[in-house]
């Protein structure tokens, strides 16, 4: 069995493609105790017997405004070594002409950020996302994918 988690969340990983760069969907926590917080994905909890895909959907519409139609791709999750928490993430296209605002009273910032920008300033424990999102996304933007090096 594996290892209880003291919290489980689920969120999407939304992207679009920019002047041939790739941009991704992060907000930042609000609170003046947040100020100095890492950004990360728009997650949060499942409601009793909600599918984590679900609960992806729900809160990215709850925490930004955008509705998230079609399909997702699961991107596994990440561990918070600290916390313990469990993140589960799934990626999709952002919606065309998406215009993400902080739809809640949990976020004071929701941008669309530049890969290699939003890699510095993403919860240091979901980076491992962006990697996932980037060998997701080779084949789309013509790179070779690097080989699997974490088991």
Not at 16 to 43: C, D, M, Q, S
Not at 77 to 83: F, L
Request: net charge negative; glycine share 6%.
């Amino acid at each position: 069995m594996p290892e209880p988690r003291a919290k489980l969340s689920a969120g999407t990983l939304l992207y679009r493609f920019l002047a041939g760069t790739v941009e991704v969907l992060l907000v930042h926590p609000a609170g003046n105790y947040n100020r100095r917080a890492p950004w990360g994905i728009p997650k949060g909890a499942p409601d009793p017997d909600e599918v984590l895909e679900e609960t992806a959907r729900r809160e990215t519409l709850e925490e930004t405004g955008l509705h998230v139609a079609g399909p997702l791709v699961d991107l596994g999750h990440v561990d918070y070594t600290r916390s313990k928490k469990r993140v589960h993430a799934f990626a999709a296209p952002a919606p065309e002409g998406a215009l993400p605002r902080c739809a809640s009273w949990e976020v004071d910032k929701a941008e669309f950020i530049e890969i290699t920008r939003a890699r510095r300033i993403i919860h240091p424990d979901q980076a491992a996302l962006l990697d996932r999102l980037q060998r997701h996304l080779a084949p789309e933007l013509g790179e070779v994918q690097p080989e699997k090096t974490t088991a």
